[in-house]
């Protein structure tokens, strides 16, 4: 029988005891991470809130490097929203911070990130992860976000990257076969460092970030986050 939640919580907790790992978005020590991904990787999950390396970059990098947590009135647009986020982003902005996404209906917008329903320079801060590699018309998206962007807004869209030039072929529909050339059923390509290409194409001046760039080795490894764990930040401007 399964225990109350309070009380597998409590688990977890005593089970991960330790100040080993520190997980930068639940502000919460452990032993260890968990073991994540297709091809599992060990040391990559946060016990206590699910953040994966990525996540845990993000939030260094928004502490860090942003004006998010300044308690400046502020209109947030976070598309596709991870979960563990929404409480510390609708804690930080209160009513200027917007959730939306096409498909999940837990948020507080349907939204088609190639159409998006506001005037020119709607928002300040607009966060998007891992979408855009689903998106058909991608530089559409990206000529829509700087356009709902303030000119001293800016940007963190952040995409799976490797390390060839960007596959995309408009005419693999088939889930299976998306697979296989795009790593994922429902992406519809994948990303290389041409990448930064289309958001300057676009308009924007882009700015990338590593893990490297925030924290020296032990902390690295403290988040976490050792080489090349957690990939890059694209802060990107309309400057
Ligand atoms: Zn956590």
Redesign the pocket.
């Given at each position: 029988m399964n225990s109350p939640p309070i009380f597998a919580a409590l688990r977890t907790r005593l089970k991960y005891l330790g100040t080993k790992r520190y997980?930068a978005?639940?502000e919460?020590s452990s032993r260890a991470f968990l073991e994540f991904g297709v091809v599992a990787r060990a040391d990559a999950r946060?016990p206590?809130?699910g953040?994966l390396e990525r996540h845990r970059l993000l939030i260094l990098f928004l502490r860090e490097k942003t004006d998010l947590f300044d308690g400046k009135p502020k209109r947030f647009l976070h598309v596709a929203p991870e979960k563990a986020f929404i409480p510390i982003f609708s804690k930080a902005i209160g009513e200027g911070y917007l959730t939306a996404d096409l498909l999940d209906d837990s948020v507080m917008e349907k939204m088609d990130v190639t159409d998006i329903g506001y005037p020119d320079e709607t928002f300040d801060v607009i966060y998007c992860s891992h979408v855009l590699e689903h998106v058909a018309d991608d530089r559409k998206a990206m000529a829509e976000f700087r356009r709902v962007l303030k000119n001293d807004g800016w940007a963190i869209l952040n995409v799976p990257m490797g390390k060839n030039p960007t596959v995309e072929d408009p005419a693999v529909t088939d889930p299976v076969e998306r697979l296989r050339r795009f790593g994922q059923k429902d992406h519809v390509r994948v990303y290389g460092p041409d990448y930064v290409d289309r958001l300057v194409e676009a308009g924007f001046s882009v700015e990338r970030f590593n893990p490297r760039d925030l924290l020296d080795e032990p902390e690295l490894e403290r988040h976490g986050l050792p080489t090349g764990r957690g990939g890059e930040v694209f802060l990107c401007t309309k400057k």
């Open positions: 997980c978005v639940c919460t946060c206590h809130c953040a």
